[in-house]
């Protein structure tokens, strides 16, 4: 009589865990909504930066209208732009070398854009520079559009180059005339 008991209690007690795990099973890992046409980049002024495979370090540099201080690697966050990415050479699971800045809005006025060299152990080193623009249509979503690409070559260590200089009205268009590369250091500024 002794077992018997004991065999059900076990056998009651298995099969009330068995029940609430079923009743609490719905709840563990609810469905999720498919959002993927929801998600928007972030971002309206989008700065793109590319070089050459290895150890080198290259820096993106940007500076717009009702910053204070440019943003770089030493300042990753302004008013109006954050450096998304401070790529470091080869301390990366890919040898792809690149760096991103993202502003919030677009502000008219101008923007310029510098690259510096580092840590470039191999000269020269060649930067792709790419520059699009999101413009919000009355909170409407509006796809990227490319405004900007250079190219350039940075040839001395610790050299800082202006990429591009650039103004924008208020609608996220560039002003006619306004892309220039004149130089403006903005890794000086930064201290």
Not at 24 to 42: A, C, K, M, Q, S
């Amino acid at each position: 009589m002794g077992q018997t008991l004991y065999r059900d209690f076990l056998f009651l007690t298995l099969l009330a865990f068995v029940m609430m795990l079923l009743i609490v099973l719905p709840w563990l890992n609810p469905p999720t909504e498919d959002r993927t046409g929801d998600i928007t980049p972030p971002g309206n002024v989008i700065v793109h930066i590319v070089w050459d495979e290895g150890n080198i370090d290259v820096d993106l540099w940007v500076f717009g209208p009702k910053e204070f201080k440019p943003v770089g690697y030493s300042n990753k966050g302004g008013l109006i732009w954050n450096l998304l990415r401070d790529d470091l050479g080869s301390m990366d699971v890919t040898d792809l070398n690149y760096e991103n800045s993202f502003s919030r809005g677009v502000i008219p006025g101008e923007y310029i854009i510098n690259v510096h060299c580092f840590r470039c152990p191999v000269l020269p080193v060649n930067v792709k520079i790419e520059v699009s623009v999101k413009k919000d249509n009355n909170n409407q979503k509006s796809a990227l559009k490319i405004i900007a690409k250079t190219k350039l070559q940075l040839r001395q260590s610790r050299e800082e180059v202006t990429a591009l200089r650039f103004k924008l009205n208020k609608e996220g268009d560039i002003v006619p005339g306004s892309i220039n590369h004149v130089y403006r250091p903005l890794r000086a500024m930064s201290n």
